[in-house]
Each structure stands twice: as structure tokens, then as C-alpha cells.
């Protein structure tokens, strides 16, 4: 029976999450995207395997997949999109099977893991955007690393095996973001947990083995990173630099709980609202102290390479952070249900109404978030596409303008571009050596003489987005 609630449990979350973010992902790329297509379209193994590329950042792992990508895909988005999606839909089952082994109850760990799949815009970024690929990847090592790691500490052989699966795991969870390098401190977390469940010494000479090569192996890839050109990463740069001062700390703190705790703690608010419908009284009995300490500092070393960050970036920053907030979701839903396993009567529609409404309102705003995404990256698209058929060919060296008249109503293309036009270009035409710019309405700009101009004009007609080519300037002999 317990079986059969797991599989059903697993098709519900892979049902759901689908659900979410199929129908919309992979319309086009957007932002930061086309930095990344760029990097992997010109740029040789060598480098991309040992420069920060795509921005200030170290992720050879991340540069390593979408140069697979691109080989195989070349500039369809979809399919990109799909492997984030089921990389995401991989994290929400291996969280439902981390909570299951801490807790042993499949309510904490079905909690834990909708929890984490109700999350935005944390997920919205994560999913939309395939530019956000390595904090996916990141969180997918890390999780892995912990199962890796409870796993190790419970069993009687094979822990040497074990033991290098953490590692191994915590290597990629660091080559895929910056932030995976929090594993270092996680692991030994959660070991300290393990034993104290088990009542052990904190502390066993297979653990302080364990955390040494850790130790060894985070020092390898921050001197790989120094290497790289990435952002220092105490310094920063002029996006990605450090605010000292406890306003940057308190404001950061205070967002990052809100879009996680904050967000998950009133689905269970939901949950003791339809416990005490249904006329029992929830206690957090079952809730040790000892679990809570796990989620909030799993949590806290998670957040610490971003809470001092002056721009703010808790959307997409959420995401790993969210692991801890879930497991505390799954082991309080765990105390008000007042059932260590989980067996409980069948649900009632009605007495239930609480906890359904909450998801209900998390999915529609998921979605809400989630369209416009598509539409950003809809008409980006549609922009490219139209700029291609109009111009199948252009000189090498040549200028693509796009000129935007409609600009103070808003046009889209600018969104799903940002400041990645001239990549955007390059890419299309697989050639290094064109720029572009999108031109706003009446802004003067110039070129050389000796440089060919293919100008373009952006309109909104009927609420679509039409792109009309208008001169081509061809320089002179």
C-alpha cells in the first residue's frame, strides 16, 4: 500500500508540474539567453571550459550543456526549455524522496515537495528563462548530494561509495553555479541531523573524511573561479557587487523569507484551517526542534552568497533557497496532520476547501507569471523570425538597426531583448563580426561610413508584433 501511494504521489507531481509549465515554456529566448548562445556558438571548448562565460560567471557545466544544445537544437528553444523543465520535475521528486528518508512519512514529503513546486516567482524564473539553467542544475546536484549524504551516514556497507557520491555530486552542484559551493556546509548539516536522530556521536571520522575532501574540492574550484575571470567574489562588479550595511541585510533577509517561508507558511495555514474543519485539534507534537534547526540553517547557508547583494535579485535566488523552506513545510504539514507515517482516512472534498483554494490561487499566479514570460519571448521570437525572412543574407560587418516608434507604449521586443540585440543578431546569422541596436524613437546615432546598415522598423498592429524592413545602406566602393 505504501508503494502504491509513492507512485501515485509521483505521478501527481510530475502531472502537476507539467501542468504548470508545459503548455508555455520554449516560445523564444530572452535576456540573458542570448549571452549564452552566443558564448557556446563562438566560443572554442578550451575557453568555455575554463573562462567565465555568459556574464561575470563560472559554470562550466551549465556552458557544457547548452554547447550540447546548440549542436544538436541550434536555435530552437523548445526543447531547451523541456530539459529545464524536466530537470525541475527531477528536484521536486528527489525533495519528496529527501523528505521521505528524513521523515519516513509520505505527507511530509508530498508537502515538501508541492511546497517547493508552488514557489514563484522563484520557479517562474527558473522555468522560463533557460538562461536560468544553472541555478536548476545547482539545486539538482545539491539535493542529490544530501540524499547521497543521509544515505551514507544510515548504511552499514558500501560508505566509501557513498562517501564519493556526495563529493561527486557537491563537484557538479559547484561547476553548474557559484551558489552550489553552499553544499560544502549543507552535508555536514545534515549529517550532525542524522546522528542526532540516531542519538551517535555528532561526529564520525567518515564524516571529518567527507568534509576535508569538501573542503579540498571548494578550494580547487575557487581557485579554478579565479582563474576564470569570473566576478570576484568578495568585491563584485558594477551588477553583481556587495552592499555592506545591515539595510541591504535586514531587506534582503526579510525578501527571501517572504518568497519562501512567508509563501509556505500560509499553505500551512491552510492545512490547520482543514484539519480543524474536518474537528481535530493539530499540535505540533511531532515537530522536533531538531528539524527545524535543519530547514532554517540548510536555509541560511543557502541565501549567504546573496544576501548582501545591493540589486536584489531574490526572484531566481529563491530557488535553492526554497529546499530548506520546503523540507520545513513537509515536517510541520507532518506535526498538524498528528501522523508520524501519514495514514490517514480519505480526504473530504468540502473539509479539504482551505488547502485546495491556497494551490488554486499558487497555480493561477504561476501561470499568470508564466504568460508573461511567453509573451515576452512570443514576440522576441516572431521579431527574429521577421528579421530573417525580410534579410536572408547580410554582409559580414553589417549593422542590423531595429527602430521602435511605438516605443513610449511599450514594445515588447524591447523586453525579450534587454541589452542583448547585437548577440541576438550574431547569433541569428551564426556571424561574430555583425552588431545591431535597438534604436529608440528619435534617438540619434551613428556608424562608419564604410560600415552596411540594414534598418528595421517595429510595429504593434492588432496587438502583434510586426517587424517591416525600411533602407539598407550599403556603403560605398
Not at 501527481?12 to 556558438?41: C, I, K, Q, T
Not at 557513498?162 to 561527486?168: C, M, N, S, T
Not at 511531532?286 to 544576501?307: E, G, K, Q, Y
Amino acid at each position: 500500500m505504501l508503494r502504491l501511494h509513492l507512485k501515485w504521489h509521483g505521478l501527481f507531481l510530475v502531472a502537476f508540474n507539467l501542468a504548470l509549465y508545459l503548455p508555455m515554456v520554449g516560445r523564444g529566448f530572452v535576456h540573458d539567453d542570448f549571452e549564452h548562445l552566443y558564448s557556446v556558438s563562438f566560443q572554442p571548448f578550451s575557453e568555455g571550459l575554463t573562462r567565465a562565460q555568459a556574464g561575470p560567471f563560472y559554470t562550466p557545466l551549465v556552458w557544457l550543456t547548452f554547447r550540447v544544445d546548440w549542436g544538436v537544437w541550434g536555435l530552437r528553444s523548445f526543447p531547451m526549455a523541456v530539459e529545464d523543465l524536466l530537470a525541475h520535475i527531477f528536484i521536486v521528486l528527489l525533495l519528496y524522496h529527501l523528505a521521505f528518508l528524513i521523515w519516513n512519512s509520505r505527507v511530509a514529503a508530498l508537502w515538501a515537495a508541492l511546497g517547493f513546486s508552488l514557489l514563484f516567482p522563484a520557479n517562474t524564473w527558473a522555468m522560463m528563462y533557460i538562461g536560468t539553467r544553472a541555478h536548476v542544475l545547482a539545486t539538482l546536484f545539491f539535493i542529490a548530494a544530501l540524499i547521497s549524504a543521509f544515505k551514507y551516514a544510515n548504511a552499514a556497507r558500501y560508505k566509501i561509495a557513498l562517501g564519493v557520491i556526495v563529493v561527486v555530486n557537491a563537484a557538479f552542484a559547484m561547476l553548474a553555479k557559484e551558489s552550489g559551493i553552499t553544499v560544502v556546509a549543507a552535508v555536514p548539516i545534515l549529517l550532525i541531523y542524522v546522528r542526532l536522530v540516531r542519538a551517535e556521536k555528532l561526529i564520525a571520522l567518515g564524516d571529518v573524511l567527507i568534509l576535508l575532501a569538501l573542503l579540498a574540492l571548494a578550494l580547487v574550484y575557487l581557485w579554478l573561479r579565479s582563474r576564470a575571470g569570473a566576478v570576484p567574489v568578495v568585491s563584485g562588479d558594477e551588477l553583481y557587487s556587495y552592499q555592506w550595511s545591515m539595510q541591504a541585510l535586514v531587506g534582503n533577509l526579510l525578501r527571501y523569507i517572504w518568497r519562501t517561508y512567508g509563501l509556505l507558511m500560509i499553505i500551512a495555514g491552510a492545512i490547520f484551517w482543514s484539519e480543524c474543519l474536518y474537528g481535530r485539534r493539530p499540535h505540533l507534537r511531532l515537530l522536533a526542534m531538531r528539524d527545524v534547526l535543519l530547514s532554517i540553517m540548510l536555509f541560511a547557508v543557502t541565501i549567504a552568497p546573496f544576501i548582501l547583494l545591493y540589486n536584489r535579485r531574490s526572484a531566481v535566488y529563491s530557488y535553492l533557497p526554497g529546499v530548506g523552506a520546503a523540507l520545513f513545510l513537509g515536517g510541520l504539514a507532518r506535526a498538524l496532520y498528528g501522523t508520524p507515517s501519514g495514514e490517514r482516512p480519505p480526504p473530504k472534498l468540502l473539509k479539504s476547501m482551505p488547502v485546495i483554494l491556497v494551490v488554486i490561487v499558487y497555480s493561477a499566479l504561476t501561470i499568470s507569471s508564466n504568460l508573461k514570460w511567453m509573451r515576452i519571448a512570443i514576440e522576441g521570437d516572431a521579431v527574429l523570425r521577421q528579421i530573417a525572412a525580410q534579410q536572408p543574407v547580410v554582409k559580414p560587418g553589417a549593422f542590423i538597426s531595429l527602430n521602435c516608434p511605438q516605443l513610449n507604449s511599450g514594445p515588447r521586443c524591447l523586453e525579450a531583448f534587454g541589452n542583448g540585440f547585437a548577440l541576438a543578431v550574431r547569433v541569428l546569422y551564426r556571424d561574430k563580426s555583425l552588431d545591431g541596436a535597438i534604436i529608440r524613437q528619435g534617438e540619434p546615432y551613428s556608424l562608419d561610413k564604410k560600415v552596411s546598415e540594414v534598418q528595421f522598423e517595429y510595429r504593434l498592429i492588432d496587438g502583434k508584433p510586426m517587424v517591416i524592413k525600411t533602407t539598407e545602406n550599403l556603403p560605398p566602393h
